[in-house]
């Protein structure tokens, strides 16, 4: 049944049209059927409110006053003159059921109104011609008004979860980046601890070369102006990322994965199965590590995916590259996509692809994560700002 109603929700998603037009054939087809009116004004009603529904996804509320006015003529008509027309509250619910889901509890008021006024059309003309059974017409009366309160609730209550679904999906994204600044503030601090302890190391060494060796010693000093400019760089760039500083005292000083991960990380995640390429073109040395470490996080988010929602036989390449001052990464697999992939239950960004794109902006960069007729692909562009290229 599941199946069923997401296969139907991507069709009305797909072709709304032609949705529209089904909802208006099936519910003027059980019209007709209820009750066949046997004059052209009743046939001129059921036109009216097919009309309608054709524009109840466009124009909720002039929609229903539509469908609401062929009701009561309808129902006046048919009390006058004893001819019967077709039966049309089943629209009158549907179109109710419509405004709820689209306008929600907003001016309740006046669809309690609206309500009353189908409840009155139906004590008026009952069974859609004349009845002085008065026990007949209260029945009718308080079935309709109760089936049109019922619609218009149903309807509302959809409308508050989906509002809550997408207050939840948008604080839960906000959670999932604040997470993932966080975590990013932990790794600059790592880097950024690493480089320092070169500097100390290089200082130290090159206080000795002065005496003994002058050339060294230039080469060390170069090297400090080198990785404090780089340091310096990473400083600036957490500071615009992070709107706080979670970086705990004592965190490890050991640098973060690099491009010369990467293929660890390929042969790690071959060891499960999956046919992988890694294809690696243009001068890639010397990236500063805040881009190699970038690079590396999003081919290792990216194969999680993979194993993930790839399919039972995924087939995965990946390229790494460095063209005109950009470094560019993408990841595609083309196996055959499994039913649970990110593109087929939201249209939402998971917090994996939340996360590569915060990682990327922090240089300048962009993420660009969609679905393709056979899999999935990630292509990532981040400016390749060499050090000691300035």
Same mark, same amino acid.
Do not use: C
């Given at each position: 049944?599941?199946?069923?109603?997401?296969?139907?929700?991507?069709?009305? !998603?797909?072709? #709304?049209?032609?949705?529209? &037009?089904? +909802?208006?054939? @099936? =519910?003027?087809?059980? *019209?007709?059927?209820?009750? /066949?009116?046997?004059?052209?004004?009743?046939?001129?009603?059921?036109?009216?409110?097919?009309?309608?529904?054709?524009?109840? !996804?466009?124009? #909720?509320?002039?929609?229903? &006053?539509? +469908?609401?006015? @062929? =009701?009561?003529?309808? *129902?006046?008509?048919?009390? /006058?003159?004893?001819?019967?027309?077709?039966?049309?509250?089943?629209?009158?619910?549907?179109?109710?059921?419509?405004?709820?889901?689209?306008?929600?509890?907003?001016?309740?008021?006046?669809?309690?109104?609206?309500?009353?006024?189908?409840?009155?059309?139906?004590?008026?003309?009952?069974?859609?011609?004349?009845?002085?059974?008065?026990?007949?017409?209260?029945?009718?009366?308080?079935?309709?008004?109760?089936?049109?309160?019922?619609?218009?609730?149903?309807?509302?209550?959809?409308?508050?979860?989906?509002?809550?679904?997408?207050?939840?999906?948008?604080?839960?994204?906000?959670?999932?980046?604040?997470?993932?600044?966080?975590?990013?503030?932990?790794?600059?601090?790592?880097?950024?601890?690493?480089?320092?302890?070169?500097?100390?190391?290089?200082?130290?060494?090159?206080?000795?070369?002065?005496?003994?060796?002058?050339?060294?010693?230039?080469?060390?000093?170069?090297?400090?102006?080198?990785?404090?400019?780089?340091?310096?760089?990473?400083?600036?760039?957490?500071?615009?990322?992070?709107?706080?500083?979670?970086?705990?005292?004592?965190?490890?000083?050991?640098?973060?994965?690099?491009?010369?991960?990467?293929?660890?990380?390929?042969?790690?995640?071959?060891?499960?199965?999956?046919?992988?390429?890694?294809?690696?073109?243009?001068?890639?040395?010397?990236?500063?590590?805040?881009?190699?470490?970038?690079?590396?996080?999003?081919?290792?988010?990216?194969?999680?995916?993979?194993?993930?929602?790839?399919?039972?036989?995924?087939?995965?390449?990946?390229?790494?590259?460095?063209?005109?001052?950009?470094?560019?990464?993408?990841?595609?697999?083309?196996?055959?996509?499994?039913?649970?992939?990110?593109?087929?239950?939201?249209?939402?960004?998971?917090?994996?692809?939340?996360?590569?794109?915060?990682?990327?902006?922090?240089?300048?960069?962009?993420?660009?994560?969609?679905?393709?007729?056979?899999?999935?692909?990630?292509?990532?562009?981040?400016?390749?700002?060499?050090?000691?290229?300035?």
């Amino acid at each position: 049944m599941t199946g069923l109603l997401q296969r139907v929700r991507a069709f009305d !998603r797909q072709h #709304p049209l032609w949705w529209d &037009l089904a +909802v208006a054939i @099936a =519910v003027t087809v059980i *019209a007709l059927i209820a009750n /066949l009116p046997r004059d052209p004004v009743g046939a001129a009603f059921v036109a009216v409110v097919a009309i309608g529904v054709m524009l109840r !996804r466009r124009k #909720p509320v002039p929609a229903l &006053l539509t +469908v609401l006015s @062929a =009701v009561v003529f309808s *129902a006046v008509v048919s009390s /006058l003159t004893g001819v019967g027309g077709a039966w049309l509250y089943l629209t009158m619910w549907v179109m109710l059921f419509n405004v709820g889901l689209r306008v929600g509890s907003r001016r309740m008021w006046a669809f309690g109104v609206i309500i009353l006024v189908a409840g009155l059309a139906a004590f008026v003309d009952p069974v859609n011609g004349f009845s002085s059974d008065l026990l007949e017409r209260i029945r009718s009366s308080v079935g309709v008004t109760a089936m049109s309160a019922a619609s218009y609730l149903v309807g509302v209550q959809i409308n508050i979860r989906r509002q809550a679904l997408v207050t939840h999906r948008r604080e839960a994204a906000r959670e999932a980046v604040i997470a993932e600044r966080s975590r990013i503030a932990h790794e600059m601090h790592d880097i950024i601890g690493h480089n320092l302890s070169v500097i100390t190391s290089l200082a130290n060494g090159g206080s000795v070369a002065v005496r003994n060796s002058p050339p060294d010693a230039e080469h060390a000093f170069d090297a400090i102006g080198e990785i404090s400019r780089s340091s310096v760089q990473e400083v600036r760039r957490i500071l615009t990322v992070l709107r706080y500083d979670q970086s705990p005292d004592g965190a490890s000083l050991t640098p973060q994965p690099g491009l010369d991960d990467v293929a660890a990380l390929v042969d790690t995640v071959r060891a499960t199965g999956v046919n992988i390429a890694l294809e690696r073109s243009g001068d890639l040395e010397r990236i500063s590590p805040g881009r190699q470490l970038v690079v590396f996080r999003i081919v290792q988010e990216s194969l999680t995916n993979v194993l993930r929602h790839g399919g039972p036989r995924p087939h995965v390449s990946i390229s790494i590259a460095s063209v005109v001052a950009e470094l560019t990464v993408i990841v595609e697999n083309t196996g055959t996509r499994s039913r649970s992939t990110p593109s087929d239950s939201s249209t939402e960004p998971g917090h994996g692809i939340v996360g590569m794109r915060e990682r990327a902006a922090a240089y300048g960069g962009t993420v660009d994560a969609h679905a393709t007729p056979v899999g999935w692909r990630v292509s990532a562009r981040i400016p390749d700002d060499r050090i000691g290229n300035r």
